[in-house]
């Protein structure tokens, strides 16, 4: 069994790494990172496999094109929202552990595959 894969699309971070990729790359997700609206949908073509994408609200980044975009390529994906509306659910921005129980719910929790 594979690991799931997660698109995160989320303004370009300040830092070096975006906290939210290392928070869900912690919890044994394999994450894909856009910074750009259309970054997120070519990201959604080359990569069809895709488990769930997690779009935040900012800068070069408009949540219900992403969600309609990435619905448009397949249905199966839940598209998780954090300041952005047009998803199939939301999160708080703030609280990363409610982001990775979400998707453990959706997806299952990838630390078992490890351990199998």
Do not use: W
Request: net charge negative; glycine share 6%; with cysteine.
């Amino acid at each position: 069994m594979r690991r799931p894969t997660i698109l995160v699309a989320e303004p370009e971070p300040s830092q070096a790494l975006s906290i939210r990729k290392l928070v869900l790359e912690t919890a044994k997700f394999n994450v894909l990172t856009a910074h750009s609206t259309t970054e997120a949908l070519e990201i959604g073509r080359e990569f069809p496999n895709i488990d769930a994408a997690v779009l935040v609200g900012g800068d070069d980044l408009e949540c219900q094109e992403m969600a309609r975009g990435i619905k448009s390529l397949t249905t199966r994906v839940p598209t998780i929202g954090i300041r952005c509306e047009g998803t199939d659910y939301s999160v708080p921005s703030f609280e990363p552990e409610e982001l990775v129980r979400l998707l453990r719910e959706l997806l299952g929790d990838p630390r078992q595959i490890d351990a199998a």
